[in-house]
């Protein structure tokens, strides 16, 4: 009788544990696998301008400070492995929503011609070990937020016979990039977007190094 007892026990748990299951799916819902991925900071804000009268902001973009740096750098460092995993998938949809279009197009070119010339491109993204805005700045209606990332990626390009042409694919390298995110405070949608990929930091005001992608992972 007890053994009886036991079989019936476990037949009524998992009739409630199923029940449980139901109610909590009818609750919260699916998961389909294409809820839209939350870019903190750099998600939709709607600006009340008035036209014509730009002096009338009550937001202050001549600064980046406190909790809104902290949401930037949130989203900025989200960004910043999207673009990069999207990049070795060659991935241009998803690059389109977080690039300029200059620096769309480049990225384009380049996949175009990674996949011409019969290159595999593999990256691990391990993750971010630091961030941080190096300069902030507004210039008329844009303004530019650079940050330095350091990241762990594990990058590997193979030719058309898989053997590996660039990179190990059993060591993690240490990345150090600073880049330059670019906002239009008068336009709504997607805030921020990367316009620029510099090649080094410059210890004196000097202009900017542009390359056409991002340059430890091509």
């Not at 999207?82 to 769309?104: Q, W, Y």
């Not at 990929?197 to 340059?215: A, D, Q």
């Amino acid at each position: 009788m007890s053994n009886s007892f036991g079989y019936i026990d476990i037949i009524l748990l998992g009739m409630i544990a199923g029940f449980i299951i139901l109610r909590l799916r009818s609750i919260l819902g699916r998961k389909t696998g294409h809820e839209p991925k939350i870019y903190p900071g750099f998600a939709e804000q709607k600006f009340n301008v008035p036209k014509n009268n730009v002096k009338t902001f009550k937001e202050n973009h001549d600064v980046l400070e406190g909790d809104e740096k902290k949401e930037f750098l949130k989203g900025a460092e989200i960004a910043y492995e999207t673009i990069l995993t999207s990049f070795a998938n060659g991935d241009t949809k998803k690059l389109e929503s977080l690039l300029t279009v200059d620096m769309a197009s480049n990225f384009k070119q380049a996949i175009d011609s990674r996949n011409k010339e019969n290159i595999k491109s593999e990256f691990t993204f391990v993750g971010i070990k630091e961030s941080s805005v190096e300069k902030y700045e507004r210039i008329k209606n844009e303004v530019f937020a650079s940050v330095k990332f350091v990241s762990e990626v594990i990058s590997v390009k193979r030719d058309k016979d898989n053997k590996v042409i660039e990179g190990n694919p059993n060591k993690i390298k240490q990345v150090t990039d600073y880049w330059k995110f670019t906002r239009n405070i008068l336009k709504k949608g997607p805030n921020w977007y990367l316009t620029e990929i510099i090649s080094k930091w410059p210890k004196k005001k000097k202009l900017h190094k542009k390359i056409l992608i991002p340059g430890k992972i091509t």
